[in-house]
């Protein structure tokens, strides 16, 4: 079974990261690797919850997973512990035998440095998705929820 392992250090405290992860609308912004765009069909963030998610090559000669050039996938929170773990399970949408299954994606958040560092570990990645290209893709929407959380944390509050 193979699996990818990214890390990456925010500049805002935990209870921020977590979240902009369960954060419906943030989930569009991030969660989504370049030349990609994100449509949330469906999220429900609380444990058991589901989600429907496809991402779509903005390049219209890369075939998707699922579809044309989109990548559809379905899954569940499995456990939401605040502002420190996220585990979801999840699977494509194909008919593609090389590329079902399920996997699980476990986040976790810690202290670290005045911020926060995440260890997303996606495991169980079926034999026709490309460990390469997983952990590139993690590393572009990470990069992505650093951005976004970060410019969020600048942000003076808002007097009611």
Same mark, same amino acid.
């Given at each position: 079974?193979?699996?990818?392992?990214?890390?990456?250090?925010?500049?805002?405290?935990?209870?921020?990261?977590?979240?902009?992860?369960?954060?419906?609308?943030?989930?569009?912004?991030?969660? +989504? =690797? #370049?030349?990609?765009?994100?449509? @949330?069909? !469906? *999220? %429900?963030?609380?444990?058991?919850?589901?989600?429907?998610?496809?991402?779509?090559?903005?390049?219209?000669?890369?075939?998707?997973?699922?579809?044309?050039?989109?990548?559809?996938?379905?899954?569940?929170?499995?456990?939401? +512990? =605040? #502002?420190?773990?996220?585990?979801? @399970?999840? !699977? *494509? %949408?194909?008919?593609?035998?090389?590329?079902?299954?399920?996997?699980?994606?476990?986040?976790?958040?810690?202290?670290?440095?005045?911020?926060?560092?995440?260890?997303?570990?996606?495991?169980?990645?079926?034999?026709?998705?490309?460990?390469?290209?997983?952990?590139?893709?993690?590393?572009?929407?990470?990069?992505?929820?650093?951005?976004?959380?970060?410019?969020?944390?600048?942000?003076?509050?808002?007097?009611?």
């Amino acid at each position: 079974m193979t699996a990818t392992r990214s890390r990456c250090h925010v500049d805002a405290p935990r209870s921020q990261v977590y979240a902009a992860i369960l954060d419906r609308s943030a989930v569009t912004e991030w969660q +989504v =690797p #370049d030349g990609m765009t994100c449509q @949330v069909h !469906e *999220f %429900e963030a609380h444990e058991g919850g589901l989600f429907r998610i496809s991402l779509t090559y903005d390049d219209g000669d890369r075939p998707g997973k699922t579809s044309g050039r989109t990548d559809t996938y379905h899954g569940h929170f499995v456990e939401l +512990v =605040p #502002d420190e773990r996220i585990i979801e @399970v999840l !699977e *494509f %949408e194909t008919t593609d035998p090389a590329m079902r299954g399920e996997m699980t994606i476990v986040i976790a958040l810690s202290d670290a440095g005045g911020g926060t560092d995440l260890v997303a570990v996606h495991g169980g990645l079926p034999s026709g998705v490309s460990k390469a290209d997983n952990e590139l893709g993690w590393q572009m929407s990470l990069a992505k929820l650093k951005a976004l959380v970060e410019e969020r944390a600048r942000k003076p509050a808002r007097a009611g």
